[in-house]
């Protein structure tokens, strides 16, 4: 093969799906045959073209990546479209919290850190980080799917500081805790709605440090 033709190969691949080049390519193709003569460079500047474009759905074809049958993205956000509703009527402020908590068969769990539950929590929660969920840990941490769970976040609280820095709002550590407390079959579950200090005496925090701004 001689240069120019590696070179109009080459080039041939690299616009491979440009309209523009290949319609030049046709009306030059076409102007040639009409005056009678023969330029081999439109002829085969066309036929590239065309062969690239019968090539490329294959190449599609090859660099397709099976999916994981172990994540489904979509089952989660159809899960969590489907129970908004149901979490705007299971939030409440900070006085029914406590009530509810008062109550001799429920648990306020904790799912933030380990190290962020050790350093300060709301009195009498239980521990169990959001990334350790599973089905086997949530029933020996819960145990009866039916009792009441009350659930909090670090984006329940004004101070933003250690162990209680703010995240995004959307990613927020309560809105995946509650739909996954769901999925796994916890569906008595009570979130703190309120925006609170943990100075408020009313809280009832539990430091294990004297917090200072960072």
């Not at 001689?2 to 046709?26: D, H, V």
């Not at 539950?117 to 009866?144: C, M, R, W, Y």
């Given at each position: 093969?001689?240069?120019?033709?590696?070179?109009?190969?080459?080039?041939?691949?690299?616009?491979?799906?440009?309209?523009?080049?290949?319609?030049?390519?046709?009306?030059?193709?076409?102007?040639s045959w009409w005056k009678g003569e023969y330029y081999m460079r439109h002829v085969f500047g066309l036929a590239l073209a065309l062969m690239v474009i019968a090539l490329a759905p294959v190449h599609a074809e090859e660099v397709q990546v099976p999916a994981n049958p172990q994540v489904d993205y979509r089952g989660f956000v159809e899960m969590a479209a489907g129970l908004q509703d149901y979490r705007s009527k299971r939030l409440v402020d900070l006085a029914t919290f406590r009530q509810l908590a008062a109550q001799p068969d429920a648990i306020i769990l904790?799912?933030?850190?380990?190290?962020?539950?050790?350093?300060?929590?709301?009195?009498?929660?239980?521990?169990?980080?959001?990334?350790?969920?599973?089905?086997?840990?949530?029933?020996?941490?819960?145990?009866?799917k039916n009792r009441p769970i009350l659930i909090y976040c670090n984006n329940n609280f004004s101070d933003n500081m250690r162990p209680v820095r703010l995240k995004s709002a959307p990613l927020a550590l309560n809105i995946p805790t509650f739909i996954n407390l769901h999925g796994y079959g916890y569906e008595n579950i009570h979130e703190l709605a309120d925006v609170v200090s943990i100075r408020d005496p009313d809280l009832a925090w539990k430091s294990a440090a004297v917090f200072a701004p960072r």
């Open positions: 093969m001689c240069r120019k033709t590696g070179r109009l190969i080459l080039f041939a691949s690299g616009i491979f799906l440009n309209r523009s080049f290949i319609e030049e390519q046709i009306g030059l193709a076409y102007l904790d799912t933030r850190s380990a190290a962020a539950f050790q350093t300060g929590h709301i009195s009498g929660a239980v521990n169990l980080p959001f990334s350790d969920f599973t089905e086997e840990k949530l029933a020996e941490v819960i145990g009866d």
